[in-house]
């Protein structure tokens, strides 16, 4: 049996507006939610501008050209003290690579720009019922119990 071929971890550029396009289909497939992330896609200028900005950073895992992993982070730039955190805004992985060690990959890739950036966390949301993210942040970091409010702007 051949071993499923390896996966390299891609920092996307401001010129990586296609590989950005493989990510947002895969987040649309992965969440179930193809209407957020296919229905009304952003122009090439705007997502130009969003790979270029220092507080976004867009991670893809490619495997034979193909992006099958993918995560999406933003700097917070912190007021009370000279430090920021990221926030993983979206992590997903297609299903048939799974269990590869591909999320695990991409966050570990994230740590160090994090660092350079000066923050001092990383974090990240997961739902309750998602026990494979929930044992995947639990391996990674300290779990907290929070709230999450999401409130209208008009």
């Known amino acids: 049996m051949a071993l499923p071929s390896p996966f390299t971890i891609h920092r996307l550029a401001a010129d990586d507006v296609a590989i950005l396009h493989g990510m947002l289909t895969l987040f649309g497939k ?4 193809v209407e957020t992330y296919d229905g009304a896609r952003p ?3 705007y997502l130009r501008r969003l790979l270029g900005s220092d507080t976004f950073v867009a991670l893809a895992a490619l495997k034979d050209g193909a992006v099958v992993g ?5 700097e917070l730039c912190k007021f009370e003290q000279s430090r ?19 999320a695990t990959a991409l966050i570990e ?5 994090a660092a350079a950036r000066g923050a ?5 949301q997961a739902d309750l019922g998602d026990d494979p993210a929930i044992a995947l942040y639990s391996k990674l970091g300290t779990r907290e119990d929070v709230l999450h409010f999401d409130i209208p702007v008009s």
């Open 120 to 124: 001092y966390v990383i974090f990240v």
């Open 84 to 102: 920021s955190e990221f926030y993983i805004y979206d992590l997903a992985v297609d299903e048939a690579h799974r269990r590869e060690g591909i």
């Open 70 to 74: 993918g995560l999406a982070a933003y």
């Open 43 to 45: 122009e090439a200028d």
């Open 109 to 113: 890739t994230l740590r160090p720009i």
């Open 30 to 33: 992965a969440f179930d939610d």
